[in-house]
């Protein structure tokens, strides 16, 4: 079966990147809202289809060419956020598409090892680079974990709630990715979410782009849902309910909840 042709009724925001400014973790977690409480689910539990990228031992996750240590294979959401991923298939059916998952909750050892890992990257492209130099390198991909602190709502990594999530589209018969411009931490200026948008506006790609289309469609399926991205960031992560979630609201929406009600939770035993 051939997959249907996508061409749907919405836009990308085009958002300057100064409107997502200051650091999402300065925006206060209510500690007592009953949701901070909420526990995550395992996505198999709610039959969205994942494979973490962090923890392929294959080879065939770039840059990495390895399994991050303290990666899990399974990945795991607060529960309503798992259940919103299932409503965005639904959403998708007419489109023969459906989410794929390659990170969700990400324990601290996997996000000091991808610190790392992007520190030592800086290092061996440039000898010479000052420890300045390599932590900018390594903050374009991962956020800093020395601060790390599970009492202090400012030093929380987004994925270390268990509401942030990493994830593209594919077909839902045949398995196969679709297109959307660039690869999952790619770092090249089509991971942009508005990216395409802005070239429809410049006149360098058409309406019928697969690309534009594409993004629009996972867009379009992800905030129908309550999901928000960050459209002067990468194409491929949603927030709903953390501090993240928060400043994307103050940009993105006419009102915005004052605070976030999901923060850091310990790793599924």
């Known amino acids: 079966m051939s997959r249907p042709a996508i061409s749907i009724d ?27 409480q909420e526990p ?18 294959d080879g065939a996750n770039p840059p990495y060419g390895i399994a991050i240590p303290g990666s899990p294979l399974e990945i795991w959401l607060r529960k309503t956020v798992a259940e919103k991923l299932a409503a965005v298939n639904v959403r998708l059916r007419s489109w023969q598409a459906e989410v794929f998952v390659l ?17 030592a ?26 601060r790390f602190d599970e009492k202090d709502s400012r030093t929380w990594p987004a994925h270390s709630t268990g509401a942030a ?9 045949t398995g196969e990715l679709l297109d959307m411009g ?5 770092l090249i200026d089509a991971r942009v979410t508005d990216y395409f948008e802005r070239q429809l506006a410049s006149g360098i790609i058409s309406e019928t782009d697969v690309r534009l289309q594409n993004r629009r469609l996972l867009h379009w399926a992800m905030t129908s849902e309550g999901l928000l991205n960050e459209t002067a960031s990468v194409f491929w992560h949603y927030d709903y309910g953390n501090q993240n979630y928060i400043r994307a609201c103050r940009a993105l929406l006419p009102e915005s909840p004052r605070t976030a009600w999901y923060g850091y939770i310990a790793p599924p035993n």
């Open 10 to 36: 919405h836009r990308i925001p085009i958002i300057s990147a100064r409107m997502f400014a200051g650091r999402y973790a300065d925006h206060p977690v209510d500690v007592s809202d009953p949701r901070f």
């Open 40 to 57: 995550m689910v395992p996505l198999t539990s709610v039959g969205v289809a994942f494979e973490n990228y962090f923890g392929r031992t």
């Open 103 to 119: 990170d969700g909750y990400r324990p601290m050892e996997c996000q000091r090892n991808l610190w790392t890992f992007f520190l």
């Open 121 to 146: 990257k800086a290092k061996e492209s440039d000898p010479a680079a000052t420890e300045q130099e390599c932590r900018a390198y390594a903050m374009q991909y991962v956020v800093d974990p020395a």
């Open 165 to 173: 999530v990493d994830l593209t589209l594919r077909d839902s018969l």
């Open 182 to 186: 660039a690869r999952f931490e790619e």
